[in-house]
């Protein structure tokens, strides 16, 4: 069995810590991936001051240099894209068809911060003064650590450490600890390019991985005065304390939290096309997506037919390992998070008193068994206030609510403390154009399912879902760089702006 290692200052090393914990495949737990190393502070400081001592000589490689590193590094992950997504799909269980859009997502990144290195555009301003001219430029900012979550192991990790690097930064990266050895492949494929576009030049230290728990390692980061920004993907009560620690040492925070997605059909919509996207949303990566689609609002004179349509196709959706073909849902990634799911059931039929409609229960048929599977679960009758319609679940339940107009779904989807994704199925271009005005999300789609951003987009969410940085696109590279005003007086006197001239 094969023990893996933390990378740090371009060394692959065990922990100080000598311990270990196990990866498993949640959809057969008798499979195990390999053991990861359960780092300590001492782990952190070691991989920080490396980041901080690459630091000086990284922020001198030109951009366009640092994004040659990125375009050989997607040119090698388009190469191992299939072997990567297999490995995912073992290690965090959503179907191969969607670990192979998730390396996709890092290529997509990786090309995009590759050609950002001949931008990283800055604006010039017009001096007040003669004889003096106004520039102003990105820099970069230091030592950053990254945390991420696992639904994404590939993708959101490359959306935060590529525009990084391009901006000249130096990064210390905590993946999840349930999704270890995507980060690790994800480590040795930009350290392979490094090598390759610097050469003799290469630069130790400028992306160290430390693996274990966010406890211990996570906080470890907050508390590092060497680590000058931190870029978060995560639960909401996780991002709080970042948010809380980060603020007080003047760190620059960048969150992307949780979700309470919903879907509005309207009674003139498409339904056979807000079904497919309403099963797509609510049941890929079985319900684990931030952007999941986890409340359906349905028009009420559409509301038992659309029902109806999407019973039967819940019914028919196949559970199993994500690398068999004809498999539609994988597992929960973890027992505690199908625990939460379950309990989430629970609330919904006890406290609630919601109807419960299809699922509600572990799948547990024959090699189901050996995973951590939970049934497609719908409830309807489902009011606004109920805790089911408001808190993120984060697995495969879907909650349909009713509504009589326009403004009353909008009022319902509003109606939480999350703003990340939304979507609304109408033919009225009227109320198509309203709903994106009056909708509170950071991303919403017209006729489209609640999953499914493009990389170079903003990504983000208002409300709890953030703290109003963007990733993905141009917009992230807001988070990663600093602006320099920088002036230029070639009138050979000294010139007092706002007192010589006014
Ligand atoms: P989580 O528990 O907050 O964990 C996210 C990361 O933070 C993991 O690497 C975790 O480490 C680490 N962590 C935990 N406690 C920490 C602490 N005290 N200090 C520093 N780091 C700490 O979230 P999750 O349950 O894994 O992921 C699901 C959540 O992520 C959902 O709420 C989902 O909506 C959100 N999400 C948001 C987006 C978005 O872009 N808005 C995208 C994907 C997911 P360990 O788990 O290894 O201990
Ligand atoms: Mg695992």
Redesign the pocket.
Known sequence: MEYFKNFINGEWKDSKSGKHTENRNPANTEDLIGYFPASTKDDVNEAVSAAREAFKKWRLVPAPKRGDVLKVVGDIMLQRKDEISFEMTREMGKVFAETKGDTQEGIDTAYYAASEGRRLFGLNAPSELPNKMNLSFRIPIGVGGI??????PMA?PTWKIFPALVCGNTVVF?????TPKTANTLVHIIDEAMKEVLGKDYIPGVVNLVH????V???C??ENKNIDFIS????????K??NEVGGRELKRVSL????KNAQIVMDDANLDLALDAVLWGAFGTTG????ATSRLILHKNIHDKFLKMLTDRAAKLKLGYGNDKGVDVGPCVSES?RETVNDYVKIGLNEDKATLVIGGDYAKDGNLAKGWFYKPTIFKDVTPDMRIAKE?I?GPVLAVLKCSSLEESIDILNGTEYG?SSSIFTNNVNDAFKAVRDIQAGITYINGATIGAEAHMP???VKA??NGHR?GGWTVYDFYSEWKAVYIDYSGKLQRAQIDNY
Do not use: D
């Not at 274990?212 to 406890?215: E, F, I, N, V, W």
């Open positions: 945390i991420t979550p696992w639904n994404f959101i905590k993946p999840a600890e349930l274990g728990s966010g406890r390692v996570g906080e980061f907050l978060f993907t995560g639960s909401t009560a996780v991002g304390r970042i992307e939290l949780g979700g684990q997506r931030c952007t998070q993120e984060f990340l990504f983000g969410g879902t953030g990733e």
